[in-house]
């Protein structure tokens, strides 16, 4: 085990991930941490087009074109003197492979929920894939300066929705033009909000109910109505409602919840204040033989994340690692556990989004950047020397499917480069049928192949196209007998590939088909998943 400054290190890091359904303000709340993190000076929203300001974490051509986040941005902020490790993930379904794989790697999530719309499908999703790890859940209701449903209402929604019990922390007063703002109920401070302005009151002479009861200057600044009312929510919610339980909320049963307008940056700081006093410092991961702890003097750490050409000078590749256990230190010698390679690691970045920064050291619940040439994969493990892998970060099959082709059959090799440069990342697969020379490019989302396209012109000079294909499902194919797997490649050439890792994969024109050949081949086993 390391020494009390590694212990003072994990103690200051937290990491996390913001997670919603598009337009519920994910990259709004981000803006706003990195303005109270004062890494930035303004945020660019992202309705602020006009002006050319665009939102910090949106650092790819298209997000700017289109305002929406379409890969993960990493970014690395301190509040407080705390170490916040921030992954801002893509909000739109088309990119939740992405998103998936982020949730590995990250010991908290801050769930963004639209006040006026509530649980929505993404939403719903999200929460599944966190509740695999039982990853903590911290809750901001957002918009609230705008018309919304009832607070209640919505909380009760959450607890039926997504199976998760609600410990509100702030409690707003009304809503939308009437939004006066929310009570801390743990602080026991008001904080009025005007636009743009936080002001905080505390009218607490004492501990006691009552004496904030007849608290005349509250009625002044929120009127009488609107203070009988809300009066009557706080004794319904603090009756209904327990005290958080921060070890069933480190479980992942209970989330606290917060209530704010971050397109104002009101709330921001409840949400930053919640995540040092009861998210958690940096917790262990499972390997295939033992658990990893952070307190581990050897260093330990996983790629969830490759990210092609952030420097298009350069046509780099990066590799994301979160770590694990021990330090990176400039110049440590790592063993890359999947090829059985060692390699010197003297060039590691911290993010702000496309923007890196080299670092001399990282400690565990950092994420980094390292140089991939190629070698380095999703999933890959990197260690001191012991040979272990790292757990549950899978490869998902696609759900739709294209046939890419160029405008100029000359660019034949360079596009095949490109492709599977950007596959490495993860977000779309690239297949090559056994039986001719066409790609097929395989994603979960359609958007995904518009993405493809303006990247292949922007990143490598590929005018390309795509079109549909009569594939609808991919699965992975492997048997415990060799001669099943000849006997079934021989017989069904026509709807097999090869995918990015030389792994084999059946590409099936409808779900009939795929039915039809599992009864067949009682050998074969066709998987949805493929361990990274």
């Not at 658990?291 to 046509?315: S, W, Y």
């Not at 970060?393 to 294209?402: G, M, Q, T, Y």
């Not at 294909?469 to 415990?480: G, Q």
């Not at 890792?501 to 050998?523: G, H, M």
Request: overall charge positive; glycine content about 6%.
């Amino acid at each position: 085990m390391f020494d009390m400054n590694h212990q003072l290190e994990l103690s200051k890091r937290r990491t996390f991930a913001i997670i919603s359904h598009p337009d519920a303000g994910k990259t709004t709340v981000t803006e706003k941490m990195l303005l109270l993190g004062k890494v930035i000076r303004t945020s660019g929203t992202i309705k602020a087009r006009g002006n050319g300001k665009y939102a910090k974490s949106d650092w790819m051509n298209i997000e700017k074109q289109r305002g929406i986040s379409v890969t993960t941005s990493v970014m690395q902020f301190t509040y407080k003197n705390i170490l916040m490790n921030l992954l801002d993930t893509p909000g739109h379904e088309d990119f939740s492979e992405d998103t998936y794989r982020i949730l590995t790697a990250v010991d908290c999530c801050l769930l963004v929920i639209d006040a006026a719309k509530g649980i929505e499908d993404r939403t719903k999703k999200l929460m599944n894939i966190s509740r695999l790890h039982n990853t903590p859940v911290i809750t901001f209701i957002n918009k609230l300066d705008r018309d919304s449903r009832e607070a209640i209402e919505i909380l009760d929604e959450i607890e039926k929705e997504l199976n998760l019990s609600c410990i509100p922390v702030t409690w707003p007063i009304s809503c939308g033009k009437n939004f006066k703002g929310v009570y801390h109920i743990y602080d026991k401070i008001f904080c009025l909000y005007k636009k743009n302005i936080i002001k905080k009151v505390n009218f607490f002479a004492s501990n006691s109910f009552t004496d904030f009861l007849n608290e005349s200057s509250l009625k002044e600044h929120i009127g009488t109505d609107l203070y009988i009312q809300w009066h009557e929510e706080l004794k319904l919610i603090t009756h209904i409602y327990p005290e958080l339980n921060k070890k069933k909320f480190l479980e992942g049963s209970v989330t606290p919840i917060f209530f704010g307008s971050a397109l104002n940056n009101f709330g921001i700081n409840h949400i930053l204040e919640s995540l040092i006093k009861w998210a958690p410092s940096p917790v262990y991961r499972s390997t295939n033989i033992r658990k990893v702890e952070p307190e581990e003097k050897k260093f330990t750490g996983f790629i969830f994340k490759i990210q092609a050409n952030m420097d298009l000078k350069h046509r780099d590749r990066i590799a994301f690692m979160r770590i694990v256990s021990g330090q990176y230190r400039k110049g440590i010698k790592l063993r890359h556990i999947r090829i059985k390679k060692d390699i010197i690691i003297s060039d590691a970045f911290s993010f702000l989004a496309g923007d890196r920064f080299s670092i001399e050291k990282a400690y565990p619940g950092d994420v980094i950047g390292i140089h991939n040439h190629g070698t380095i994969k999703i999933g890959d493990t990197f260690t001191e020397g012991e040979e272990i892998k790292f757990l549950g970060i899978p490869s998902f099959a696609p759900e739709v499917f294209r046939r890419i082709f160029l405008k100029n059959p000359l660019q034949q090799k360079k596009l095949k480069k490109g492709l599977f440069q950007l596959s490495e990342e993860g977000a779309i697969q690239v297949f090559c049928p056994i039986t001719n020379n066409s790609l097929i490019l395989g994603a979960i989302g359609i958007l995904q192949f518009d993405v493809v396209i303006e990247r292949l012109k922007v990143e490598y000079q590929i005018d390309a196209i795509y079109e549909t294909v009569n594939i609808v499902l991919a699965r992975w194919i492997r048997s415990k007998k060799e001669k099943s797997i000849s006997d079934f490649i021989n017989k069904n050439k026509s709807y097999l590939a090869l995918d990015g890792s030389n792994q084999l994969i059946y590409l099936a024109p409808n779900k009939a088909n795929l039915d039809i050949i599992k009864n067949i081949y009682k050998n074969i086993f066709f998987d949805k998943t493929r361990e990274q």
